[in-house]
């Protein structure tokens, strides 16, 4: 056998790195000669800048271990986009000469739409030249907005990281009897996915968000003012979930069309929960604050969801597996088989059928409102939250892998 | 022996349930009769609005190891300052009248400076009237800021989830290669014991942030700047925390006099790190985030520090002890005895020697410059943060005990 080079790219997730014990893992198991890391994505390759993984699982035998609970991405990432093959091939020609002096017979991407994109351009390229070398992504992103796959590594421990922490701002907000308004802001520009996930802080010691906005229904700022209203005449403490990328009906992002923010001519300095905390404030009078959740929600590796990072790892190692059966230009995928008990399927797609494209919250899982999600949705999300992973402590901090 | 009853205030932290336990565990083992928490601090004593927490422990046997590990306050909160003694005494002959009413033979007061104030005046009212009922306070609050006490209940707590989240924060801003500056905003408006704390995420697997700036040195934009030019050229991606209320050599708050903010002429929206955030927009051109912490600091019960609440309990089992002795207008406190190992030792002090005065960080553990802590600084704060509670899961999210 030849060797296999891996990277990263696009944006954190907690499980990327373990989907990247999940390639090593695979190619071991292959009897790959050497397991290669590119270092920042594809940039690494061209640049020459390659980790000698092999030799690091010689000389530290936890590294895997400690690598499947690690936040971020070990091996760097780029937000790099190849060219189009016609336009320029110069790139393309560094590159595989590159898989050549490296001795390469598959590369596997980790990322999210753009890297997927990269593996179908890059597979094209070696048909065209009659290269062997197979391009094999894997997916990930927190945003769970992959077609084809039923969900996406690096969303399930995102979203129990936004679950935990909706409930404990929950438990924050109910303290004072005075009547106030929180809104919680959570990642998502054009899907409402982790957004939807505020939904699961709903249980027998938790009431929930009261009311949850995704991007994929139209917001209007007047019903949400009359839904505030009706609901502080019942309870003191209003919890609301927002996507960042929530929009009007004409399309507008309510990040940027916030009368406070009008005031300033500064519109993109306000994210759309503290468009909505001025709004509250100038509407309603009640005490009224906003909390971005911002990057933890994908970096908070000390909070993750087994499942997911088990999940993550076999998706990097079915990937080998595809690699290793000659699939080439293709992506991992999940299928769901049931969801009680809850049971998925490993298999792959073309790229073709994924790069570029973005799956949003189907309508008919959302409320007719447009203000909270339905029972499948919950349904659909609760597996991937389930079990915690055994995290080493030491010195009192989680013990990570940085290069 | 008559009953006792207990109640909570201020802001909530993720330690402020465990010493409820300690309380309500204290006074079964010195068997009062009866133990009563009041709703919403000692507003629900003067609205009769008080929980039977003996007949809770009867129906729910597993209440006191949920409670211990939940966030905020579960008997609620208030920000209620009693009038002083000679201007209106109504509302203490209310209370005094409903501590009859309930047979209460102590009251104990989890709470910051705030609740202290408000045990030293029963006290003081209870002399004057030659009332028999104890009053003794029990420390609680992520500032850090009480005096006497080495530290304060529900801090250590706060500390392990600013470090682990300044390591996480430090994680993925490392992915990219461009040079990107990233501002963390910790909670401290006078104190900046917990942004302190920041520098734990100093270890042989994380860089830790490249600069710390607490309120209790003054800031300098024109050297804040200067450090970073330095940082960068050296390395591409520079973590800096800083406490929300530092202030410049005049005393201004820096969220008060960004120049971004005076363009807008709304400078108080703009906090500490996002004003620093817009500054080296300005001055530097890099890119740059500013992250707020926000409450999770002090609701993040999914990573608490087991040192901290062990200590929480037993504050509140020693207020219970003390009370039981025939103390009274006093607050338990924790003397250090030596870091290595960790040892402290529980006591009491005078109320009037704690109530309206606030501990800052001493000069001497910040460094010369003013932007990083000492050695002593670690080695105070290091056995704070020790060891992890277990933790109940149930449908993929930690258990919580909500009234």
Known sequence: MGNVIVAQSGGPTVAINASLA??????LAHHYDRIYGSINGIQGIIEDNILDISGLLDSNPNFLSVLKTSPAMYLGSCRYKLPNLDSNN?????????????????????????????????????????????????????DNDLCVTDHTPGFGSAAKYIATTTMEVIYDARIYKAKSVTIIEV???????????????????????????????????????DSLKAILENKNNVVVAVSEGIRDAKGQYISATSTAADGFGHAQLSGAGKTLEYLVKERLG????????????????????????????????????????GQTGIMTIMTRISNSPYEIEYSFARIGEIANEAKPVPRQWINEKGDWV??????????????????????????YAMR
Chains 1, 2 share one sequence.
Not at 302 to 308: G, I, N, P
Not at 379 to 398: A, C, V, W
């Open 90 to 142: 110069q790139v393309y020609s560094t590159l595989f000469s590159q898989f050549e002096k490296y001795n390469i017979d598959a590369f596997f991407y980790i990322g999210g739409n753009d890297s997927m994109d990269t593996v179908e351009k890059l597979s094209a390229y070696a048909k065209e030249i009659n290269s062997p070398i197979r391009f094999v992504g894997v997916p990930k992103t927190i």
């Open 187 to 225: 990642m998502g520009r054009d899907a409402g996915w982790l957004t939807a996930a505020t939904a699961l802080a709903r249980n027998e010691y938790c009431p929930g968000p009261d009311l949850i906005y995704l991007p994929e229904t139209p917001f209007d700022k007047d019903e949400f003012i």
């Open 374 to 399: 339905t029972e499948d949705m919950i349904s659909y999300l609760r597996p991937l939250i389930m079990g915690e992973p055994k995290l080493n402590f030491d010195n009192g901090l989680p013990v």
């Open 22 to 27: 999940g390639v090593i893992e695979g190619a």
């Open 286 to 325: 009640v005490k009224v604050r906003s909390i971005e959740v911002n990057v933890l929600q994908r970096a908070a590796a000390h909070l993750s969801s087994l499942t997911d990072l088990e999940e993550s790892v076999n998706v990097g190692k079915k990937a080998v597996e595809f690699a290793a059966d």
